[in-house]
């Protein structure tokens, strides 16, 4: 699940298992306005990733980060009609090389006609 505080730029995301937060790449993650098969996509340029349940065990771990958005990519979602404005047009898409679980393997590609609904906008 996601939540994304458009005042604050930060997106908040939860995964299904513990993820390797250093594979986490946030190019691989895009918005989109809906959840049909020909949405274009909003791909992030970049950002931070941070968060309060990221462990050391060696690796950085975590089932939740938080990701600040870069200025141009806060800006250019802000300016994009119809495009992250509330809960009804604000959806997560990801590639399958936006993140891997803690063995290694990549994240299953999530595309627009599958993408998730924000949580809390």
Do not use: W
Request: aromatic share 8%.
């Amino acid at each position: 699940e996601f939540d994304l505080d458009m005042d604050q730029g930060v997106l908040k995301m939860t995964f299904t298992e513990t993820v390797n937060v250093t594979s986490i790449y946030l190019g691989g993650f895009g918005m989109v306005q809906s959840s049909i098969d020909d949405a274009a996509v909003y791909y992030l340029t970049g950002g931070n990733v941070t968060g309060q349940d990221i462990q050391l065990t060696p690796e950085a771990t975590a089932v939740a980060v938080d990701i600040i958005l870069t200025a141009l990519d806060l800006n250019t979602i802000k300016a994009t009609l119809s495009l992250c404005t509330s809960d009804s047009d604000t959806y997560l898409v990801h590639t399958e090389h936006a993140f891997s679980d803690m063995a290694g393997n990549p994240a299953t590609a999530r595309l627009p006609g599958d993408a998730l609904a924000v949580s809390d906008f």
